[in-house]
């Protein structure tokens, strides 16, 4: 068995404990199995890239890993020390994109799914921005600027792999939509009554980030081996 292989198990495990729990409404240990979830993610990751990481990186870890604290401790200060931490990983995460990545060359054909793209996040953006929950009133600018700087994550995202097709921006892709859908059924558990559903979309959708987060950082160190290498 390959050294990073006991590390990706145990993801896989807490994550299926998670929807069990969740499944049962066991609260207190569903959010045990998460808490499992990135520590299992971080050390595949750094297995995988043979002990080896960047500042960058590394920060995002980090601030996933306190916003999912705050997330799990479910105090006062929960909701803006989550929103705050996750906003910070998604501008980290936007300047690998804009840094480490080719400039993005629009055709001709490219023009309608983009533009579909767009009209689909700003769609997103307004609707859920649009909800009325209490608990937002006090931090609307703050909500206003983390729908923003998700928006352009996703955008550069998607339009990465509508443009280039690549494996590196397919997981882009599915690193942006498993966000989004954390975020807004996230924001639905908070708006609508209990629903087992939500939760598990909320629960299965932010650990499912994870997982491809950390698939689009190897994948990235690999093209970049690849391009020294052709060099």
């Known amino acids: 068995m390959k050294a990073n292989k006991p590390s990706l198990i145990l993801f896989f495990i807490a994550l299926f404990f998670t929807i069990i729990f969740d499944c049962m409404k066991y ?5 045990y199995a998460k808490a499992v ?3 299992a993610i971080f050390f595949y990751f750094y ?4 002990f ?7 920060l995002i870890f980090f601030f996933c890993f306190v916003g999912q604290v705050f997330d799990l401790m479910a105090v006062e200060i929960s909701e803006i020390g989550g929103v ?4 910070i990983v998604y501008l980290l995460i936007i300047k690998l994109f804009v840094v480490d990545h080719e400039r ?7 023009i309608l799914p983009i533009s579909i793209v767009v009209i689909f996040i700003v769609y997103l953006l307004v609707s859920v921005l649009s909800l009325q929950l209490d608990n937002m009133k006090k931090f609307n600018l703050l909500y206003t600027f983390y729908g923003i700087v998700l928006s352009v994550l996703s955008y550069y995202a998607f339009v990465s792999y509508i443009t280039k097709g690549t494996h590196l921006a397919l997981l882009m892709s599915l690193m942006a939509i498993s966000y989004i859908f954390s975020d807004i059924f996230y924001i639905f558990n908070e708006y609508f009554s209990y629903s087992i559903v939500l939760v598990l979309i909320r629960d299965v959708t932010q ?4 997982y491809f987060m950390a698939e689009y950082f190897l994948e990235k160190v690999k093209t970049n081996k690849k391009v020294l290498y052709n060099n």
């Not at 609260?27 to 959010?31: E, P």
């Not at 993005?104 to 490219?110: A, E, S, T």
């Open 84 to 87: 705050i931490s996750f906003l």
């Open 52 to 58: 080896k990481i960047r500042k960058t990186e590394a």
């Open 27 to 31: 609260d207190a240990l569903s959010i």
């Open 47 to 50: 297995i995988s890239n043979e």
């Open 104 to 110: 993005i060359k629009l055709r001709r054909k490219d």
């Open 207 to 210: 650990i499912f980030a994870y």
């Open 37 to 39: 979830v990135l520590p």
